[in-house]
């Protein structure tokens, strides 16, 4: 009924593997590359804890980190806020789905009572004494039994048994209070029955404005109303802290202190108060670039711990006024539509103007001099001269070659901008001369064309189209445009001249026969595969354009609306499903994503070979915004609309000339039953294991450039330890040995 799951902090694994495959993770595992910068909450426990939306870290005085997850064993990925019980030593983490996760000594407990209950419901704090957790939440208190792991009772505070929200719970040595919308309640600790709202009684009204959050204290109740904080006492209410230029963000009373994170309501300054309430004395500390939204405060041993939503966790010393950033590493924002892994790297866009962030050798980066670059949208890599292409909403297009950055715009290029004066584009593909084509957001000039010697053409579509969205090339030098708002799929072929529109051909796919027979005339991607076939995902479906050189024949190519196997049923591959991204791996299969998670299909779409979800698999969301696939390692990278995540894969791209073949684990150790990866192989190789005297133990196909070996023979048996050869065919017929590897005994 309670289900837990044993942390693991990190895929400890083997170390030569992680060093093998440029610490990729072990093929079917997954790994979180998470943004560990905006920090929603923190609290003091054994050790301080810090919350993101989408993950838990704590960290101690010698500054390492721990790392609490879905991959780790959280239960999910959106997370609301945390509390701690000293009597249990537990960490509490509520998710805003109001799901509820335990966390002690390596373990992870789950309550999900809440969650599978009727109704929408949301937990605002958590207030923790003697083994159990009190939830203020939208329908009133839930109480959870720490050391039992399920819930307790309920209070209901409303009159006639009608729910009313709490938003925050606390106790002194006579009363109860609670905050609700009404104002503040109260009862008497001694009443056994608080789950009858006639047992309290209202102590505070709200007067047209919500008590936010109320703490208790020696000499009285502490209560946030209108961005001051207000002690109320049994005959008087007094003002402790108020600033009429600030709003306050968060406050904490600790160790009979008061830190309050405040920001200036004309400026956006932020600043962090120290305020003793026995004295009435108070520090104000600030310091620009590092505190910038501090969204909680407590105070340990003297130590004023911040989290900011924008920089991550700040430790303050109000002895020294110095500022200390604690970020374990990350991407540093949340990561949208923009990512792109190429071999040995993976780049990915933030929201807004938080740039772009670079992974290599395990480690995320920002890259500098992107300041000035308005929200990123696709990122594109040159196979021609690997420079890496930005799509803006609103900054033209930008090139990134070296660390040199130059951005095409209205000014310098054929690029147009739109009323309001910004430059969007959309899309960016490279053809296989070298032209850069870019499509155009917000006028019916919607492609333009960069050529290698730096000369800019612009191409007006004739169906009056000015929702460019993004684009692709195929083997015939046509260009596959997608549309924003159900106006289709665009199809452009340059003529003779590449400057001249005079013999230039544009068609529109829409849904319907004779017309494209689309699934849907709302085009979200597009892929090419390894067969030059034409993937359109739409918000109802996929449909394959096959017949790419006939498009504009007499002939015309309309898209084939497959059909897909599953379990014993057979139907349209993802009918009414809204297909937002589409990736082709080294086997040419195909990775979907939707609104509802993600699924490998077959080459030809005919079977599914995997399907992952938050429900079945550490994803951190099911909304799939992206998918990309680094080459050499088949890491499949998932952009979700909970955070960035990757997946081992099996398949990799397959090289031009057999040269250097790679095995790992190897050797392979004792104990170890995960899959043998054989990567650097021609497409599609066949593979061969044999004994050193030439008999065979088994043989496959390479998945694109990998093949994938369990360590059994041909009758599903555990091969016995020594030295085995690995024997790889070529489409051309030529077999030779490739490599050895070597079986531990104890296997």
């Known amino acids: 009924m309670f289900p837990y799951k044993r942390i693991l902090f990190f895929i400890c694994g083997l170390a030569f593997t992680m060093v093998a495959f440029a610490q990729a993770p072990p093929i079917g595992s997954w790994r979180m590359h998470l943004s560990y910068a905006g920090v929603i909450d923190v609290v003091k426990g054994d050790k301080l804890y810090a919350a993101t939306s989408q993950a838990v870290f704590s960290t101690d005085n010698t500054l390492g980190f721990e790392y ?12 609301a806020t945390l509390g701690w019980d000293s009597q249990t030593q537990q960490v509490i983490v509520a998710y805003t789905n109001s799901n509820v996760d335990v966390i002690k000594g390596g373990l992870v407990k789950n309550i999900n009572d809440i969650v599978r209950s009727a109704g929408q419901k949301k937990i605002n704090a958590i207030y923790c004494e003697n083994g159990l957790a009190y939830l203020s939440t939208s329908i009133g208190v839930i109480v959870a039994d720490l050391s039992k792991y399920e819930i307790k009772e309920s209070w209901i505070l409303g009159a006639n048994g009608n729910t009313l929200e709490v938003f925050s719970l606390t106790k002194d040595n006579n009363f109860w209070y609670a905050s609700t919308s009404n104002g503040i309640y109260k009862t008497a600790t001694s009443n056994t029955n608080l789950s009858d709202a006639k047992m309290w009684s209202l102590l505070y009204p709200s007067k047209g404005s919500v008590v936010k959050k109320i703490c208790s204290s020696p000499t009285g109740l502490i209560i946030e109303q209108n ?20 709003q306050i963000k968060s406050w904490a ?6 830190t309050v994170g405040t920001t200036s309501k004309q400026t956006g300054r932020a600043f ?34 911040i989290g900011d939503s924008i920089t991550g966790l700040i430790k303050l010393d109000p002895a020294t006024n110095s500022f200390l950033k604690i970020i374990p590493n990350g991407p540093a924002g949340q990561i949208t539509t923009g990512l792109l892994a190429i071999s040995n790297a993976v780049f990915a866009a933030g929201d807004a103007k938080q740039g772009l962030f670079a992974f290599e050798n395990g480690t995320w980066q920002k890259q500098n001099g992107l300041d000035s670059i308005m929200a990123i949208g696709t990122i594109t890599q040159s196979k021609i001269d690997n420079t890496v292409w930005l799509s803006t909403a609103g900054s033209g297009v930008a090139q990134l070659n070296n660390n040199k950055l130059q951005v095409f715009n209205q000014r ?47 191409f007006t579509n004739p169906f009056g189209i000015t929702d460019a969205g993004n684009i692709e090339t ?12 159900g106006n289709g799929l665009l199809v452009y072929k340059p003529g003779s001249s590449i400057t001249s529109a005079a013999d230039d051909r544009w068609k529109q796919y829409k849904a319907g026969t004779g017309i494209g027979n689309l699934p849907s005339n709302q085009v979200n991607c597009t892929a090419l595969d390894k067969n030059g076939f034409i993937w359109v995902g739409t918000d109802r479906g996929i449909g394959i354009i096959q017949c790419a050189d006939q498009v504009f024949t007499t002939a015309g190519c309309d898209a084939l609306l497959p059909v897909v196997q599953q379990d014993r049923f057979a139907g349209l591959l993802f009918k009414d499903e809204n297909v937002q991204t589409i990736a082709v791996d080294g086997a040419d299969r195909k990775w979907i994503g939707t609104k509802n998670g993600v699924w490998l299909i077959s080459a030809t779409g005919e079977k599914i070979i995997y399907k992952f979800s938050t429900s079945n698999s550490p994803l951190l969301g099911n909304d799939i915004s992206k998918i990309s696939i680094e080459p050499t390692t088949g890491e499949v990278f998932i952009s979700t609309n909970n955070g960035l995540c990757s ?10 000339t057999q040269q250097k073949v790679l095995v790992f684990p190897n050797p392979v150790p004792p104990g170890y039953n995960g899959s043998i990866a054989i990567r650097g192989l021609t497409q599609n190789a066949l593979v061969k294991i044999t004994t050193l005297y030439g008999a065979l133990v088994y043989q496959t196909r390479a998945l694109g450039g990998q093949a994938i070996w369990d360590g059994k023979n041909t009758n599903g048996t555990k091969v016995a330890s020594g030295v085995y050869l690995i024997i790889c065919r070529d489409d051309s017929g030529v077999e030779k040995i490739a490599t050895k590897i070597t079986i531990v005994q104890g296997r």
């Not at 009373?253 to 008061?258: L, S």
């Open 412 to 458: 310098n290029s054929s690029l147009l901008a739109s009323n309001n004066n910004l430059c969007y584009t959309s899309g960016v593909a490279i053809d296989t001369k070298g032209n850069s084509w870019v499509s155009n957001t917000g006028t019916t000039i919607s492609l333009h064309v960069k050529q290698p010697d730096g000369k800019w053409t612009g």
């Open 68 to 79: 609490f997850n879905k991959l780790t064993g959280l239960s999910e990925a959106s997370i």
């Open 474 to 485: 195929d083997d015939y030098g046509q260009i596959w445009c997608a549309t924003k708002n």
């Open 227 to 246: 961005d001051s904080l207000l002690l109320v006492q049994p005959t008087t209410v007094s003002t402790l802290f108020y600033r009429p230029q600030q």
């Open 253 to 258: 009373y600790n160790e009979q202190k008061i």
């Open 647 to 656: 997946f081992r894969s099996t398949a990799t791209e397959g090289v031009t």
């Open 272 to 305: 962090m108060h120290l305020i003793t309430p026995s004295t009435s004395s108070s520090s104000v500390f600030e310091q620009a670039g590092t505190i910038i939204h501090p969204a909680a405060c407590t105070l340990s041993n003297g130590i004023i711990w």
